[in-house]
């Protein structure tokens, strides 16, 4: 059972930072591409960011500049994601999304293409 595990949440001003992390339990070996996914209370669940076992990233255009993926290289099984420039937009439940696959997908920030999901963890960014 592949299990994606996040932790890291919680409460920030705007302009400031945090850091999520994820790790996949629950699986001694294989190769996981690993995103980072948002969802926001009446909004649509959206793409954040992935990376693939290379470091390849693929970012969403509203965190980009701001946001940085990044994986524990010895593992490949823990990502993290640190936020900075937080905005109250960026308000959310982060979900940490898994595929078994060496490369980003044709469509990193679908949802689609991730088959573990991670329960999430709250960010909120007051103005």
């Known amino acids: 059972q592949v299990q994606p595990v996040e932790s890291g949440g919680g409460s920030v001003q705007a302009g400031g930072s945090l850091t999520l992390s994820c790790k996949i339990s629950?699986?001694?070996?294989?190769?996981?591409?690993m995103a980072w996914f948002r969802q926001a209370p009446g909004k649509e669940r959206e793409g954040v960011a992935a990376i693939d076992k290379d470091g390849s990233t693929y970012y969403a255009d509203s965190v980009k500049g701001r946001f940085t993926i990044s994986q524990d290289n010895a593992s490949r099984k823990t990502v993290f994601l640190q936020m900075n420039s937080l905005k109250p937009e960026d308000t959310a439940i982060y979900y940490c999304a898994a595929e078994a696959r060496w490369e980003l997908p044709s469509r990193p920030g679908d949802s689609n293409e991730y088959p573990y999901w991670g329960q999430g963890t709250q960010v909120t960014v007051s103005s």
């Open positions: 629950g699986y001694a070996s294989g190769t996981f591409c």
